[in-house]
């Protein structure tokens, strides 16, 4: 079945594409809004962000510069506050004083109710924990509740708007760097458009044999987990590619032990083997097919 094209609406409340955002999308109930943290007192009138709904806090560790997130819930107060109150007590709070915007999902009519944003709670903190783009800062895994096969179908469709509203605003929490090759989803199974690449040389650094896979996709290339990575920098090794080698989970036996995403065949290669790389004829097809060969083709 082909992909279709989906129409979405950006309202730049603030008239700047750094203010406050509210989106909507065709045929669907739902409601987002991007909210900057300086800018949660210009949201007190609005109506729809006294309801219920699921939020998401954004910002980066000051330890670590890991991109975070906190996934939470906001259910309608007595006193008639809601997820804006909820963002709120967050900003007050100096335990979460790391986020810098926060993504809301609400409705237009105001349907959900606690087990409706309990289970949306729960799916998208395990969806985000699976992506592994972001560290999740939940402390505890959100319950699901109990819901009936209806209303999780109507969920689910919510969700999957979710998924697309969340990387129009500028942030593809939901998107694997890769697809598990260990499990074939539909995607593999209709069109897999992400070329995968190898790389195998001898180090003359540390005479181990590097060997290394990555994806092509389209927001660059992807060095895949378990591939083996020289340890040991060149003295050339360009700074970027040095802060980026020390950052990543590579464990003692030089195993990279989660992907990794750069913008280039050659900075991919580069953080391989720990300094200056031509990828275009490192990375290699299974059959030995250099990249550079393989953009060089004339289309069929």
């Known amino acids: ?142 319950t699901m509740g109990n819901i009936t096969e209806e209303k999780e179908s109507e969920l689910e469709e919510f969700i999957d708007y979710a998924k697309i509203v969340m990387g129009t605003l500028g942030h593809k929490l939901f998107e694997a760097l890769a697809e598990k090759s260990s499990t074939p989803k539909v995607k593999e199974i209709i069109d897999d458009d992400e070329l ?14 590097i060997e290394a896979s990555c994806k092509q996709t389209r927001e660059g290339f992807v060095i895949l987990k378990g591939s083996l990575i020289e340890t040991i920098d060149s003295e050339s090794i360009p700074p970027g590619i040095k802060e980026r080698r020390l950052k990543a989970k590579i464990d003692e036996h030089g195993i990279l032990q989660e992907n990794v995403l750069v913008n280039s065949p050659s900075y991919a290669a580069a953080f391989v083997i720990g300094g200056h790389a031509n990828g275009l004829v490192e990375w290699k097809t299974e059959d030995g097919t250099t990249l550079k060969e393989i953009e060089n083709k004339e289309p069929s």
């Open 1 to 142: 079945m082909a992909v279709r094209g989906k129409s979405i609406n950006l309202f730049l409340m603030d008239g700047t594409a750094v203010g406050r955002i509210k989106c909507t999308l065709a045929n669907w109930t739902g409601v987002a809004y991007k909210i900057p943290r300086t800018e949660l007192d210009k949201c007190k009138e609005r109506d729809d962000l006294k309801q219920s709904g699921v939020y998401f806090l954004f910002g980066t560790s000051d330890q670590t510069g890991e991109n975070v997130v906190y996934i939470g819930q906001a259910g309608t107060r007595k006193n008639g506050e809601g997820i804006l109150y909820r963002l709120i007590e967050h900003k007050r709070n100096p335990d979460k004083d790391y986020w810098t915007e926060a993504i809301v999902f609400t409705t237009s009519n105001n349907s959900f109710g606690p087990t409706e944003i309990s289970y949306l709670e729960n799916r998208f903190v395990g969806m985000a924990t699976e992506a592994g783009r972001y560290l999740v800062k939940n402390s505890n895994d959100p």
């Open 196 to 209: 995968t690449l190898f790389m195998k040389r001898n180090s003359r650094k540390s005479g181990k044999l």
